[in-house]
């Protein structure tokens, strides 16, 4: 297909900064802007910074160019009606972001996803699920979020949501998860979880860090309890994906975010317990790989959202160069 002429202004908002930047045809980003978000504050306090990461975007000479905006959001998002509800940002609460940012952007069309799903767009256009057609892309962080791409396309489900595999249960009797479900694959495999299930053992950092990248250091020294306590979260992930590629036939899985960094502490169970999940024919050769867009994925990933989802800037695609 061809290159769609112009640029899409992206947007990557989260609880503690907010993130923008012009995106081409390429997945270059031309223009950058960066404000932390007041989280703790207000919801208008909160707008006020995206507005200004929107302003000193347009005062760049390439804003003439730009043809909509796309926004990565951390959730829960509504993209049927453009609000956003994100966990760690109290103010906003069925906040209508997307009309407030259209309002301030000239009526430019604005396509709302939730992070996860942005993060997807950006891995299976120029990162680790380039060349796979049903991909499944993760982030395991504070959080445990994800996104799907089917046939070839984005899939972001009617509001945005679409493959939130970290609230998938892979435990029935499992601890109950701020949700209200219980035993989901946040509850057991995202970073605080990790280090939160390593100091029950009696796990003790060396210093004063008790994150889950302190228990993966502790883990590559070989502490038992560590290397248990990544064991099990790479368990949880395992029989979560197992199940996605069981509904979807997923071909890939790529996992990304602060706990993916742990490297082979995480990966070499994960690859381990998929083979135990991952058993009929049609899923075991499940890839398992790491992210590769890195902090930049939810800025490339709203403006290849944005892309798929509006019909004259043409679908979606994998390809390098497209978009």
Same mark, same amino acid.
Not at 84 to 92: D, R
Not at 284 to 306: C, F, H, N, Q, W
């Given at each position: 297909?061809?290159?769609?002429?112009? &640029?899409?202004?992206?947007?990557?908002? +989260?609880?503690?900064?907010?993130?923008?930047?012009?995106?081409?045809?390429?997945?270059?980003?031309?223009?950058?802007?960066?404000?932390?978000?007041?989280? #703790?504050?207000? +919801?208008?306090? =909160?707008?006020?910074?995206?507005?200004?990461?929107?302003?000193?975007?347009?005062? #760049?000479?390439?804003?003439?160019?730009?043809?909509?905006?796309?926004?990565? #959001?951390?959730?829960?998002?509504?993209?049927?009606?453009?609000?956003?509800?994100?966990?760690? =940002?109290?103010?906003?609460?069925?906040?209508?972001?997307?009309?407030?940012?259209?309002?301030?952007?000239?009526?430019?069309?604005?396509?709302?996803?939730?992070?996860?799903? /942005?993060?997807?767009?950006?891995? *299976?256009?120029?990162?680790?699920?380039?060349?796979?057609?049903?991909?499944?892309?993760?982030?395991?962080?504070?959080?445990?979020?994800?996104?799907?791409?089917?046939?070839?396309?984005?899939?972001?489900?009617?509001?945005?949501?679409?493959? *939130?595999?970290? *609230?998938? #249960?892979?435990?029935?009797?499992?601890?109950?998860?701020?949700?209200?479900?219980? +035993?989901?694959?946040?509850?057991?495999?995202?970073?605080?979880?990790?280090?939160?299930?390593?100091?029950?053992?009696?796990?003790?950092?060396?210093?004063?860090?008790?994150?889950?990248?302190?228990?993966?250091?502790?883990?590559?020294?070989?502490?038992?309890?560590?290397?248990?306590?990544?064991?099990?979260?790479?368990?949880? &992930? /395992?029989?979560?994906?197992?199940?996605?590629?069981?509904?979807?036939?997923?071909?890939?899985?790529?996992?990304? +975010?602060? =706990?993916?960094?742990?490297?082979?502490?995480?990966?070499?169970?994960?690859?381990?317990?998929?083979?135990?999940?991952?058993?009929?024919?049609?899923?075991?050769?499940?890839?398992?790989?790491?992210?590769?867009?890195?902090?930049?994925?939810?800025?490339?990933?709203?403006?290849?959202?944005?892309?798929?989802?509006?019909? *004259?800037?043409?679908?979606?695609?994998?390809?390098?160069?497209?978009?």
């Amino acid at each position: 297909m061809d290159r769609p002429e112009g &640029l899409i202004a992206a947007l990557d908002i +989260g609880g503690t900064k907010i993130a923008g930047a012009l995106v081409d045809s390429c997945g270059a980003l031309l223009a950058r802007s960066l404000r932390p978000t007041p989280a #703790s504050e207000g +919801g208008e306090t =909160v707008m006020a910074s995206v507005e200004q990461v929107l302003a000193e975007l347009a005062s #760049s000479p390439r804003w003439p160019g730009v043809r909509a905006v796309g926004i990565g #959001s951390a959730g829960p998002v509504d993209a049927s009606v453009g609000t956003v509800s994100p966990v760690n =940002v109290p103010g906003w609460r069925d906040f209508p972001l997307v009309p407030r940012v259209a309002a301030v952007t000239g009526d430019l069309p604005v396509v709302l996803t939730g992070d996860g799903v /942005a993060m997807t767009a950006a891995e *299976h256009w120029l990162g680790a699920a380039r060349g796979f057609d049903n991909a499944l892309c993760m982030v395991v962080s504070t959080g445990v979020g994800g996104g799907l791409v089917l046939g070839g396309v984005l899939h972001a489900g009617p509001t945005g949501n679409a493959g *939130h595999i970290g *609230h998938i #249960s892979v435990d029935l009797d499992g601890e109950q998860c701020p949700c209200g479900a219980r +035993g989901c694959v946040e509850r057991i495999a995202s970073g605080p979880n990790i280090a939160r299930r390593a100091l029950s053992q009696g796990w003790r950092p060396e210093g004063d860090d008790v994150s889950a990248a302190a228990v993966a250091e502790s883990a590559r020294r070989g502490d038992p309890v560590a290397m248990a306590s990544f064991d099990r979260a790479a368990q949880a &992930l /395992a029989a979560g994906i197992a199940a996605t590629a069981a509904l979807t036939e997923i071909e890939v899985a790529v996992i990304g +975010g602060g =706990v993916a960094k742990a490297g082979d502490v995480l990966f070499e169970p994960l690859r381990k317990w998929l083979g135990t999940y991952a058993t009929l024919s049609f899923v075991r050769d499940i890839e398992v790989r790491p992210a590769l867009m890195g902090t930049d994925a939810g800025l490339v990933g709203a403006a290849a959202a944005a892309a798929q989802s509006l019909s *004259h800037l043409g679908p979606f695609r994998a390809e390098a160069g497209s978009l």
